[in-house]
T-cell receptor, first 112, second 114 residues
Framework: GNSVTQMEGPVTLSEEAFLTINCTYT??????LFWYVQYPGEGLQLLLK?????DKGSNKGFEATYRKETTSFHLEKGSVQVSDSAVYFC???????????FGAGTRLTVKP | DSGVTQTPKHLITATGQRVTLRCSPR?????VYWYQQSLDQGLQFLIQ???????AKGNILERFSAQQFPDLHSELNLSSLELGDSALYFC?????????????FGPGTRLTVL
């Protein structure tokens, strides 16, 4: 079936460090892939998405590339800020239905 | 602010009771989705409605049901509540029904079953 596996947290980084959160998926066909961010006490916000192989999603300095050959969609940011502290969810939406699958979430804490 | 509103923000009730959660989608969005977020199960898709009709079902229990009204708001009904139903319930909306559509999430309703 369709599923997402993402790097377990928590992840703690210093400000301006490089961030990578790994995400791999299992799905038939070509799913759409998403990264969502959840700040404390809030709902999920879309961070970026990619809908076909080799697409790169980017937003607010975050990037992720849809890699069909490695079934991955790793999230990266070159220089994190304290304000990036949140929980990050990788998600996939199958090509043929709306049963969205989420990873377990990775909590990121950025220290000044 | 995503434009999706959910009420109430918090709900505390007892086992065996029934509750209704309400969601208003972003203006113009036709699809509404319901999700449950719990510590043990993570974030799970429950059900989707598109323009008043049920479109997709995920891990929704038979004790739970939903509907979408002509004004496009949606309600999630949870009955015969159990302790394990305590969770954050999110509603999301999207413009249409395409799998590439972005879903916009509401702030959630926190349900506590005592």
């Amino acid at each position: 079936g369709n599923s997402v596996t993402q790097m377990e947290g928590p992840v703690t980084l210093s400000e301006e460090a490089f961030l990578t959160i790994n995400c791999t998926y299992t799905a038939t066909g070509y799913p759409s892939l998403f990264w969502y961010v959840q700040y404390p006490g809030e709902g999920l916000q879309l961070l970026l998405k990619a809908t076909k192989a080799d697409d790169k999603g980017s937003n607010k300095g975050f990037e992720a590339t849809y890699r069909k050959e490695t079934t991955s969609f790793h999230l990266e940011k070159g220089s994190v800020q304290v304000s990036d502290s949140a929980v990050y969810f990788c998600a996939l939406r199958p090509y043929n239905n709306n049963d969205m699958r989420f990873g377990a979430g990775t909590r990121l804490t950025v220290k000044p | 602010d995503s434009g999706v509103t959910q009420t109430p923000k918090h709900l505390i009730t007892a086992t065996g009771q029934r509750v209704t959660l309400r969601c208003s989608p972003r203006s113009g969005d036709l699809s509404v989705y319901w999700y449950q977020q719990s510590l043990d199960q993570g974030l799970q898709f429950l059900i989707q409605y598109y323009n008043g009709e049920e479109r997709a079902k995920g891990n929704i229990l038979e004790r739970f049901s939903a509907q979408q009204f002509p004004d496009l708001h949606s309600e999630l009904n949870l009955s015969s509540l159990e302790l394990g139903d305590s969770a954050l319930y999110f509603c999301a909306s999207s413009a249409l029904d395409r799998t590439t559509d972005t879903q916009y999430f509401g702030p959630g309703t926190r349900l506590t079953v005592l």
